[in-house]
């Protein structure tokens, strides 16, 4: 389990080090990053995926994504005493993700490209400085397992001995994809598996056309895909080699009197939900957004294969509030197979999940995102690794 996030200089997270239990709850008034939270854990997913770099063009590059704000805000600035003006910096650029946990932490420093005469077009790629992998909640010499300085890296053995390689690495490529052997880098290997199987929903669709509206072809499908399509096939999936209880009580708690049903068009399934009252079932198409996303919600948090992480973003979105109770008590029992984050700005929400989650309430301070109440001496402990 994930003990410890941290995050520096992205957006607007100068500085960020939060503590994770095993459900935990990311609120805040609109703008004080909360989805920032959340795409870094996503950065550090695309990582294990070789696909970190490419997310951060993807958004503008370094000078898109890096904190807009000074290096250092003085007493001064904050008493109200100085105006707030821009600085030179005085340190290398840099935007840094990390976790720690139970087995192993990774960390990663991304960076500006070094001057080159190739001109290279593609300068809106950052690069990785450092990556470092340790064991157990904290980055110290004595734990550390594996660490890349630029194109250098060193891996730790299983003897306690250091194997080096220069110029192994290419500045856009990360560790976790280019050094994951389960021979010479176990390590690596595992954190690279441990991220991969991390999993996240962002906005599944409910709209008119969404896919999780149509009838699709049918085939076991123990984790219920990023847009949903696939809703029909991974309820029946639950029904048949999951909880189908937890599935039945779930729907009823929501709409009482109700219940799922798959109906097979040939080679397709489609969705039906039965309700008391009502001479035939509706389907997916007939639903009102709010019903289909909780559904869908349904069998996110039901599958049968749970994740290790799983991340919820804003999963109140369509709900009438009367639903936020039976999300709640859906998301309290896949806790029981997995560690979740849920980022929501519905205070209901996070008032219903707050009973033994940790609660990350996130304020702005001089456009800073930090946590509610947290000092320095709350935070977990934390050190990043040397370029």
Request: hydrophobic share 40%; glycine share 8%; charged share 25%.
């Amino acid at each position: 389990m994930i003990r410890t996030l941290a995050v520096e200089n992205y957006r607007s997270l100068r500085r960020l080090v939060v503590p994770l239990g095993r459900l935990n709850v990311v609120t805040g008034s609109n703008g004080t990053g909360k989805s920032s939270l959340y795409r870094a854990l996503r950065l550090l997913g695309d990582s294990a995926r070789g696909g970190a770099v490419a997310a951060l063009a993807h958004e503008g590059g370094l000078p898109s994504t890096l904190w807009a704000g000074p290096e250092k805000t003085g007493r001064a600035v904050r008493e109200g005493l100085h105006p707030l003006q821009g600085t030179v910096r005085s340190e290398p650029v840099s935007l840094r993700l990390g976790f720690a946990g139970d087995e192993f932490g990774y960390a990663v420093d991304f960076g500006h490209p070094a001057p080159n005469d190739n001109r290279s077009l593609f300068n809106l790629d950052p690069e990785i400085k450092s990556e470092a992998i340790w064991s157990g909640p904290v980055l110290r010499p004595a734990a550390l397992l594996s660490e890349r300085r630029g194109a250098a890296v060193k891996v730790r053995a299983a003897d306690g001995t250091w194997h080096r390689s220069h110029g192994a690495l290419r500045p856009y490529d990360s560790m976790l994809g280019e050094l994951a052997d389960p021979q010479r880098a176990p390590d690596v290997l595992a954190v690279r598996e441990q991220i991969r199987a991390w999993r996240f929903y962002d906005h599944v669709r409910t709209d008119a056309h969404a896919p999780a509206r149509s009838a699709q072809v049918g085939t076991r499908t123990p984790v219920l895909s990023a847009d949903g399509a696939d809703l029909a096939a991974a309820l029946q999936t639950i029904r048949e080699i999951g909880d189908r209880d937890a599935l039945d009580e779930a729907v009823d708690a929501a709409f009482p009197g109700s219940r799922v049903e798959i109906g097979l068009l040939g080679t397709r399934f489609e969705l039906q939900l039965r309700q008391h009252g009502l001479l035939r079932p509706l389907t997916a198409a007939e639903l009102s957004d709010g019903t289909l996303r909780y559904l869908l919600w349904v069998a996110a948090l039901l599958t049968p294969r749970p994740p290790e992480l799983l991340v919820l973003n804003e999963p109140e979105t369509s709900l009438h509030p009367d639903l936020l109770a039976p999300l709640a008590d859906l998301i309290r029992t896949a806790t029981q197979h997995s560690q979740i984050v849920v980022v929501t700005h519905a205070r209901p929400l996070a008032a219903e999940l707050s009973r033994g989650a940790e609660v990350i309430e996130l304020v702005k301070e001089f456009g800073q995102t930090v946590v509610e109440g947290q000092g320095l001496l709350d935070e977990p402990a934390w050190h990043w690794p040397k370029r």
